[in-house]
């Protein structure tokens, strides 16, 4: 038993090793690239269209319809289309009100990639003229300069955009306070990072830029609970890049506490690894036939699991290596594994300097006493399958923060 728990111990401790070096990095590089960086063209006059599929949204969509209508953008270059999926309650009315384009999808599959893809045909179907396309989830406040910094993307030429995903109510509860750092953690520091050495990001599934040149070539391709990391995969194949665009924010309304967030969680997870299962390799088999880095480290992005995976596992093997410290083939094990401990420790400290309040950030540590472990088992549950076949709206405490 102790010859495989030592075998397994080491395997993973290899593999956690290889994830925490890439990952500080690239956050090295976010940290230290700035200094450097010029400023580049600005924007050019591109005329956006702002699609918003939205299941039972009627809460949170006024929001984010506010937040669209403060953006420090030229009115007549945007505009704003809701598509009502399925609902049964006023989303449609609320959109109305508000004075936007509403489309309402009363049949189909419910899954957001199909009323993605059905909301591109009635765009144009009904004439509906844009540049770009930004898709946007119906509990996200945008930064008002968004589309200027979409627009300058543009301008760079980068045909697919992905914004800076962070919390609108980051400091609401322990809960939020440590998805505030872990989200830091992939935006400002990970994606940050690739972005500025010319890798491509990922899309996040809100906060998509599509200029309309990929719209019409591809329109929407993927129906699976992981529709943003499908869409990616089949981009990347395809010959494209994703522009992690750092300056581009978007702010999503985040759950309360594990409660809420499980169902969506579950469902992100279930579809990653559908993704990851069978995009990796396929990545990998272009990449090295095309001698590729981007397709190489698009696959790699897809392998590193999240932030709290890799601290889980982490504190797991100092647990089991420091029951091998007796035997003296595995005694080495039980001081890397607490190195790598400390390093993702440091990680994460940096990423609560990252946030705009650090002290509040230091008050959610103590929940990761609760957040690793379920964390983790919505990995596993994940993993195995079991997510959700189909497009809901998460549970929210809806009360503004």
Not at 147 to 153: D, P, Q, R, T, Y
Not at 374 to 386: M, Y
Request: contains cysteine; positive net charge; charged residues 20%.
């Amino acid at each position: 038993m102790s010859f495989i728990l030592g075998l397994v111990s080491a395997a993973v401790l290899m593999f956690l090793a290889l994830v925490s070096a890439y990952q500080w990095g690239f956050a090295l590089i976010s940290l230290l690239w700035p200094r450097f960086r010029s400023h580049g063209s600005e924007g050019a006059a591109v005329k956006f269209l702002i699609m918003i599929p939205a299941h039972n949204e009627e809460v949170g969509l006024p929001d984010t319809l506010t937040s669209i209508a403060a953006v420090q953008y030229p009115r007549e270059l945007l505009d704003v289309l809701v598509v009502a999926d399925r609902c049964t309650d006023a989303t449609n009315r609320v959109a109305r009100e508000a004075g936007v384009i509403c489309f309402e999808r009363i049949r189909g599959e419910g899954v957001k990639g199909a009323a993605v893809a059905w909301g591109i045909q009635e765009a144009s179907r009904n004439g509906l003229k844009f540049d770009a396309l930004i898709i946007l989830d119906a509990d996200t406040r945008i930064n008002p300069e968004l589309l200027n910094a979409f627009s300058k993307g543009i301008c760079q030429g980068h045909k697919v955009q992905q914004a800076f995903n962070y919390l609108s109510n980051p400091w609401e509860t322990a809960f939020t306070r440590v998805i505030a750092v872990t989200s830091m953690l992939k935006n400002g520091l990970f994606y940050t990072g690739k972005s500025l050495i010319g890798l491509s990001g990922m899309l996040q599934g809100t906060g998509m830029c599509l200029e309309r040149a990929i719209v019409e070539q591809y329109g929407w391709n993927a129906f699976s609970v992981g529709e943003d990391w499908e869409f990616s995969v089949s981009l990347f194949l395809a010959g494209e890049r994703i522009y992690f665009n750092p300056d581009a924010m978007i702010y999503a309304r985040e759950s309360s506490g594990v409660r809420q967030a499980s169902r969506q969680r579950l469902r992100w997870a279930t579809g990653r690894y559908a993704v990851t299962g069978t995009g990796v390799w396929r990545l990998i088999r272009k990449g090295v036939e095309k001698r590729s880095v981007l397709l190489l480290d698009a696959a790699v992005t897809l392998l590193c699991p999240n932030y709290s995976t890799q601290a889980s596992l982490a504190l797991m093997s100092c647990a089991v290596t420091w029951y091998l410290r007796s035997y003296e083939v595995w005694m080495a094990l039980f001081p890397i594994s607490v190195a790598l401990a400390v390093s993702l420790a440091a990680f994460f400290a940096l990423g609560i300097l990252k946030t705009e309040s650090p002290l509040r950030a230091l008050a959610g540590i103590p929940f990761m006493l609760i957040f690793l472990p379920w964390r983790l088992g919505i990995e596993i549950i994940g993993l195995l399958g079991f997510g959700r076949k189909d497009w809901g709206r998460s549970a929210r405490d809806t009360s503004r923060p």
